[in-house]
C-alpha cells in the first residue's frame, strides 16, 4: 500500500502562485509516472500536468506556460509551481502515482486524498 501526503494549498488572490508538494511513502519498489488531477465544482476530474521517471512532462493546454511539474526521486516527491492563477483554477487538487510494489509486480494507481486550491478574482 502506498500513501499520498499532499501540501500546499490555500487561497491565493488571482495572478499569485503556489506550490503544491505530494509525498509518497510505503511498499514502494519503483515509482513510474506522477501526476496531478483537479475538480471543480460540478465539473469532471481533469489531468493537469504529469512527469515520467524521465523527466518528460506532459501539461493541460489550460495550464502551459503557468504551472510547472517537477519531481524529486531521491524522495518520491512530487511538486506543482502554480503560477499566474486563475479563478478558474480553483479545484481540489490531486497527486496519483504509477507504482511497483515489489520486483515483478504489477504496476498499480494510487491518488491522493487531495488538497484544496481557491483563487480569488
Known amino acids: 500500500q502506498v500513501q499520498l501526503q499532499e501540501s500546499g494549498g490555500g487561497l491565493v488572490q488571482a495572478g499569485g502562485s503556489l506550490r503544491l508538494s505530494c509525498a509518497a511513502s510505503?511498499?514502494?519498489?519503483?515509482?513510474?509516472?506522477m501526476a496531478w488531477h483537479r475538480q471543480a465544482p460540478e465539473k469532471q476530474r481533469e489531468l493537469v500536468a504529469g512527469?515520467?521517471?524521465?523527466?518528460?512532462?506532459n501539461y493541460a493546454d489550460s495550464v502551459k506556460g503557468r504551472f510547472t511539474i517537477s519531481r524529486d526521486n531521491a524522495k518520491n516527491t512530487v511538486y506543482l509551481q502554480m503560477n499566474s492563477l486563475k479563478p478558474e483554477d480553483t479545484a481540489v487538487y490531486y497527486c496519483?502515482?504509477?507504482?511497483?510494489?515489489?520486483?515483478?509486480?504489477?504496476?498499480?494507481?494510487?491518488w491522493g486524498q487531495g488538497t484544496q486550491v481557491t483563487v480569488s478574482s
Open positions: 512527469i515520467t521517471v524521465g523527466g518528460n512532462t
Open positions: 510505503g511498499s514502494i519498489f519503483r515509482i513510474n509516472t
Open positions: 496519483t502515482v504509477l507504482y511497483q510494489a515489489s520486483l515483478g509486480a504489477a504496476f498499480s494507481y494510487s
